[in-house]
């Protein structure tokens, strides 16, 4: 497993930005064993969702949910092993803990199958208010 750590969670009003990060670390944190990384949240009573994913490979594919599509940029920076999450236009409904999750290969069923991720980190929260 690799291991993961997020940061830059917080606080803003409707129509703000934050900006999460996602520092990977270990022996197994290299992209052999994270060619897939990304960002899911989970909202209190909701079930977990994807939100973004990105294919760590050389053609550094991403997956958007349709939810947050123009919104939020996923990138990486493999030099330094992180992975961020840039979020703008932030709305109510974008307020949730948002996990950084790694996968060595395709998940089995498609970019967003959270069951496919066996490494995981602690989350960050969001909290978007009116």
């Known amino acids: 497993q690799v291991l993961l750590v997020e940061s830059g969670g917080g606080s803003v009003q409707a129509g703000g930005s934050l900006r999460l990060s996602c520092a990977a670390s270990g022996a197994a944190s290299g992209n052999r064993y994270s060619k897939y990384m990304g960002w899911f949240r989970q909202a209190p009573g909701k079930e977990r969702e994807g939100v973004a994913i990105?294919?760590?490979?050389?053609?550094?594919?991403?997956y958007y949910a349709d939810s947050v599509k123009g919104r939020f940029t996923i990138s990486q920076n493999n030099g330094e092993n992180t992975l961020s999450l840039q979020m703008n236009s932030l709305k109510p409904e974008d307020t949730a803990m948002y996990y950084c999750a790694a996968t060595a290969g395709w998940p089995a069923g498609g970019p967003f199958d959270g069951t496919s991720y066996p490494s995981w980190g602690q989350g960050t929260q969001v909290s978007v208010s009116a």
């Open positions: 990105i294919y760590r490979g050389g053609s550094g594919s991403t």
